[in-house]
């Protein structure tokens, strides 16, 4: 395991002391804290006034009851979150998710994570991250409704287009941001457009938002491939996932001449060697909202099509070139990487927020095979939930080309600039060290200017 400088090491375990229970956050704090070393060995000033211990701790935590009604008129309750973790940069900035998984500790991790990944961007945006313990899955419009008003309900006070703008996560898409979007706009007697991203089209949303992230994955992918002399095309790619992430990375490698063998959900994953049909992958996930298993009922099995149930096989027994998980947190282990090693993968691109263990990047790392790491490779979707922002904030709207030649321009320069940090501190080719150091001093520069607070 990678070791943390002996300078940084008492600053990780009073985030451990502190935090204790929280697995998730601890793990992305050790990450970025194993790339500071180099850091505060050519600036040992950044030592100074606790700036990197404060970076750790959360600038605001909000925790709250969720009590909603459901279809048979029972109280349900749940818990709801929001942590503000970095405003240095511009107003908070990051998504909600809605799963049974959520607890403080998955939110911290998420929302550190997204301090850097939001300074990658170059735009005027800062951290935090939120959600809920609740599972839309299987619940009608009206029960999602009446738990969205009532987690606006205590929400809303704590956001506001200056001072934190969620977005959709896990859990979380259109109709759950329009639902939260009414009740914000019923309890402030304000039409503020900015304070939430990811909106419908006819009240304010970005063409490009929903594709976003997928396609802003597939352009640092295609970066990194370029600087070994290849592209996507012709290429094997296995993507996990079969949500909005990994609908639009499947769209955009298909695009750019890849063929997306394999996609999953959590009841399992389907292999079509032919290449996934993207348009019967949209009819049963985002029109029916079905289990994945129904692609292949439609389209049948044989010719290499088939079906494999979770538990009895994982995606990433699939030979690939290119590996891009999409799906959730630590879903890709050692073993996984092994695997795809042998397998041959020359690179990975995680659409997912730490979809990676740190054992299979130091797997992937170890073995030459070019490896970009969320807080840069899905930084498209915040990128352009700021452009939305911009919209909104100039009453304007953007064709879906002049968003998409932004997130374009923005991906390439998150690539180039992780690529050459990298160099600078002396791991070139590393291209989680240069996202973190890259991260951390965007953010930390503000920090000092503004003194303690």
Known sequence: MPQIDDKLAPIYEEVVRRNAGEPEFHQAV??????????????????????????????????????????????QINRGFRVQFSSAMGPYKGGLRFHPSVNVGIIKFLGFEQIFKNALTGLPIGGGKGGSDFDPKGRSDGEVMRFCQSFMTELYRHLGEYTDVPAGDIGVGAREIGYMFGQYKRLTNRYE???????????????????????????????????????????????????????????????????????SDSSGYIVDEAGIDLELLKEIKEVRRARISQYIRVKGEGNGAYFVKSGEGSIWDVACDVAMPSATQNELTGKDATRLIRNGVIAVGEGANMPCTPEAIR?????????????????????????????NASRDRWTFEQTESRLATIMRDIHDSCYTTAEEFGAPGDYVIGANIAGFIRVAEPMRAFGVI
Request: glycine share 14%; net charge positive.
């Open 193 to 263: 457009a900015g304070v939430l991203t990811g909106k419908g089209l006819f009240y304010g949303g970005s063409l490009a938002r929903k594709e976003a992230t997928g396609y802003g994955n597939t352009y640092f992918t295609q970066a990194m491939l370029r600087t070994g002399g290849t592209d996507f095309d012709g290429k094997r790619v296995v993507v996990s996932g079969s949500g909005n992430v990994a609908i639009y990375t499947i769209e955009k490698v298909q695009e750019f001449g890849g063929k997306v063998i394999a996609c």
């Open 30 to 75: 050790r990450e970025v804290l194993e790339s500071l070393g180099r850091v505060v060995a050519k600036r040992p000033d950044y030592l100074e006034d606790a700036l990197i211990e404060r970076i750790c701790e959360p600038e605001r935590q909000i925790i709250f009851r969720v009590p909603w009604t459901d279809d048979k008129g029972r109280v």
């Open 363 to 391: 797997t992937f790392q170890q073995a030459g095979v070019k490896f970009g790491p969320g807080k840069a490779a899905n930084a498209g979707g915040v990128a352009t939930s700021a452009l939305e922002m911009q919209q």
